[in-house]
């Protein structure tokens, strides 16, 4: 079965300092990775997957299989960057592609 | 840019009642889904859609629960008998062809009372 972990909650961050957002996943595959953001009154929004290995908004996330995880950084965090993130997994190529989703984090950036 | 889009933004409904939450999906896309969101808990998937029939269902997803697409834009969550456990807040999303993100609609939130 394919789970999706993301042990903190909250974080809490002033703005300027790096924050490091912590996903690992349990699936015995070669998944696809996800982070969805979600800002205040908004909808789920992708914010970058592993397979386009670019930086979205100063953010970079780097899948390392080893150790299972995806965790997303950014080196200085902004005011807007407060927001809900969700790592999310898939099955590449499956029939339905179903996201499976980790309990989410809050970011606040103080200013 | 083109977006998924839900109604109602809120329903309320008394337990046993049948519900019917709404969804446009972006208009080239082919994959169709709806995911669950119970206060403080995850988003969890119930049921994908692709080529006028279910792709892959959860075991949430059971005999009260059935999806349909009406027409060429319409894509319809259905809750035959809802119970209070049904309260949460209902995602729609889509995505097109090939290897592809989806996309979110702003949900549905649904109380039962």
């Known amino acids: 079965a394919q789970r999706v972990t993301q042990p903190e909650k909250l974080l809490s961050v002033f703005k300027g300092a790096p924050v490091e957002l912590k996903c690992n996943y349990s699936?015995?595959?070669?998944?696809?990775l996800f982070w969805y953001v979600q800002y205040s009154r908004q909808r789920l929004q992708l914010l970058l997957r592993?397979?386009s290995r670019e930086s979205i908004k100063g953010f970079t996330a780097d899948l390392n299989k080893g150790e299972t995880s995806f965790h997303l950084k950014k080196p200085f965090a902004q005011e807007e960057d407060s927001a809900m993130y969700y790592c999310?997994?898939?099955?590449?190529?499956?029939?339905?592609?179903?996201?499976?989703f980790g309990g989410g984090t809050r970011v606040l950036v103080k200013p | 840019e083109p977006e998924v889009t839900q109604t109602p933004s809120h329903q309320v409904t008394q337990m046993g009642q049948e519900v019917i939450l709404r969804c446009v999906p972006i208009?080239?896309?082919?994959?169709f889904y709806w995911y669950r969101q119970i206060l403080g808990q995850k988003v969890e998937f119930l049921v994908s859609?692709?080529?006028?029939?279910?792709?892959?269902k959860s075991e949430i997803f059971d005999d009260q629960f059935s999806v349909e697409r009406p027409d060429g834009s319409n894509f319809t969550l259905k809750i035959r008998s809802t119970k209070l456990e049904d309260s949460a807040m209902y995602f729609c999303?889509?995505?097109?062809?090939?290897?592809?993100?989806?996309?979110f609609g702003d949900g549905t939130r649904l109380s039962i009372l």
């Open positions: 999303a889509s995505r097109p062809q090939g290897n592809q993100p989806q996309h």
């Open positions: 699936y015995s595959g070669s998944p696809e």
């Open positions: 592993h397979i």
């Open positions: 999310a997994l898939s099955k590449p190529r499956a029939a339905g592609n179903k996201l499976t």
């Open positions: 208009s080239n896309h082919l994959y």
């Open positions: 859609f692709y080529n006028n029939e279910i792709s892959e």
